[in-house]
């Protein structure tokens, strides 16, 4: 099985709201990520866990807060998001190889097309 | 930060025609791959190239990669209908052990029947 499940597929939200995203994979995947992308643009990396801690912050703001309940799960939680926080969301999960110089295919999710009013 | 260019930006061909798509990087990299992304979905991840390669082949797709010029291509033949899609190159830093994709700004293929 080499899925990355997402949900929800679309999300409406409030600027005063709070929700979450949600990543799962059943792969044994010990990294997961959470990139932002907007409309014809590329991806961009926000969160990086690596066994279950929290390794890479792309410097994002904390109304963005990442969990990583276990090593399949992946959250993502949102709070008084700004309408230029609308973006399709994607989680991606990879071997997560900790040696320096190996290669590490990332597999990535449908993503999650959020809109925030 | 992006790092990779692509060109072109947007490519339209008919089916059976080979596509080539262009990458450029600014740093040292320890491989680039390449993905495509369908309609705004996820990433599919296409081909994988170390540093110390200079081609590499999976079944339509031929990508080269040029370290001392920092590129790489990817050329798909004999292209079909489903081939449309946005193609992204991305190359890796390592970073704390494990690998940081920076995506390049990609290029839209149409491939029309």
Known sequence: ?117 | SQQGEEDPQALSIQEGENATMNCSYKTSINNLQWYRQNSGRGLVHLILIRSNEREKHSGRLRVTLDTSKKSSSLLITASRAADTASYFCATVRMNTGFQKLVFGTGTRLLVSP
Not at chain 1, 71 to 95: G, K, M, R, T
């Open chain 1, 1 to 117: 099985d080499t899925e990355v499940t997402q949900t929800p597929k679309h999300l409406v939200m409030g600027m005063t709201n709070k929700k979450s995203l949600k990543c799962e994979q059943h792969m044994g995947h010990r990294a997961m990520y959470w990139y932002k992308q907007k409309a014809k643009k590329p991806p961009e990396l926000m969160f990086v866990y690596s066994y279950e801690k929290l390794s890479i912050n792309e410097s994002v703001p904390s109304r963005f807060s990442p969990e990583c309940p276990n090593s399949s799960l992946l959250n993502l939680h949102l709070h008084a998001l700004q309408p230029e926080d609308s973006a399709l969301y994607l989680c991606a999960s990879s071997q997560g190889s900790l040696v320096l110089g190996s290669t590490d295919t990332q597999y990535f999710g449908p993503g999650t097309r959020l809109t925030v009013l």
